[in-house]
């Protein structure tokens, strides 16, 4: 087993390997600035705020990732990073926080490589997917509708393992073929940037495998093989034609309304359309067994209240929409 210590800096022409040390052990302010600057270089437009980084690319694609890992309160820079040179995989004894720096590194690898999708880096996506959350917010949501419009589908580099998919409540069959094309494998997933990202901007969505594996623990390690393997399919991937893959969510927000008194909003349970009606008016609190209107399982419970949330939030987010839109008129 050979040990190495990484470099710490990478400057323009380093290799791929030292690219990656550096997204891995860089701080998330480092990370903000390199990534800006590295679109920048590549003849992005960028919007950046202390939330997330955007660039509007040529192909009809969102590419995401997000550079908070959950190990960054314990941390400023990840200073023993190792690399076993034969089984190519790195680890460190800090956390090595690959979900989701090594996310980062294949947005930047594919830009590096001559691809031109829309990028998005965001900011807290361990801590309720905040990043995210800002960037459909931003400029009175008119990026969000401008994203929505220009692109096809998402694509979150944000998934452990080696060649899978993840598709959150996404229900689009035609879509989990066209991933399937690629190489992945379909699983199941709890919530990413793109459980909030995917319904507000009505595209289909699919977390695919950033080659990590035990994240959120001290033992987390990067297969980097892995990595490379997604890589190639996201490359293979972009450049070819499709029509827009919806979102189509399985339980999908499809009107709103705000009471002076609560929320109210409908959902959609295959072809059951339900009112669901809750009483605090901001919608914090609701009881567990309220879900089961819409949810008969109890295994799923804690995947509906996530979602529930983020639905709340779009919720919130598509009346300031309407209310901007039309307070004027
Ligand atoms: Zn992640």
């Known amino acids: 087993m050979t040990v190495t210590t990484a470099t710490t800096a990478t400057k323009k022409g380093a290799s791929n390997l030292n690219l990656l040390k550096y997204c891995l052990s860089a701080t998330k302010k480092e990370l903000f600035h390199f990534v800006t600057q590295e679109l920048k270089r590549s003849g992005y437009q960028i ?3 202390h939330d997330f980084v955007h660039g509007k690319g040529s192909l009809p694609v969102l590419i995401n990732a997000h550079a908070d890992t959950v190990h960054e309160d314990e941390r400023k820079r990840v200073k023993n990073l190792f690399f076993d040179a034969e ?7 800090q956390g090595l926080g690959a979900d989701d720096r090594s996310g980062v590194y294949v947005l930047l690898k594919i830009v590096k490589d001559g691809l031109r999708p829309s990028v998005l880096m965001t900011d807290g996506e361990e801590y309720g997917g905040w990043g995210a959350s800002a960037f ?21 580099l944000d998934r ?28 199941r ?8 990202l995917s319904p507000f901007l009505e595209l289909a969505a699919a977390n695919l495998s950033a080659g990590y594996y035990h994240e959120h623990t001290k033992s ?32 999908a927000l499809v009107n709103k309304k705000r009471k002076s008194d609560g929320c109210a909003f409908y959902v959609v349970d295959g072809n059951k359309h339900t009112e669901k009606y809750l009483d605090d008016p901001d919608c914090h609190d609701f009881e567990p067994d309220e879900l089961e209107l ?24 598509c009346n300031q929409l309407f209310l901007s839109q039309y307070a004027g008129a």
Not at 138 to 153: I, M, P, Q
Not at 220 to 239: F, G, H, N, Q, W
């Open 220 to 251: 987390e390690y990067l297969d980097v093989s892995a990595l490379e393997r997604t890589i190639k399919a996201v490359k293979r991937m972009l450049p070819t034609k499709t029509g827009r893959f919806s979102d189509d969510t399985q339980l």
């Open 189 to 196: 997933g709890s919530f990413a940037d793109n459980s909030t």
């Open 87 to 93: 089984r190519r995989t790195f680890w460190s004894p």
């Open 160 to 187: 452990r393992g080696d060649m899978e998919s993840v598709f959150y409540d996404c229900a689009n069959r035609d879509f989990f073929r066209f991933i399937k094309k690629f190489g992945f494998k379909k699983r």
């Open 47 to 49: 919007i950046k705020t």
């Open 294 to 317: 819409m949810y008969g399982d109890d295994r799923e419970l804690k995947h509906a209240l996530t979602y529930l949330q983020s639905l709340l939030v779009n919720t919130r987010r």
């Open 136 to 156: 459909l917010d931003h400029d009175d949501c008119s990026l969000a509708l401008e994203v929505s419009k220009n692109n096809n589908y998402i694509i979150g």
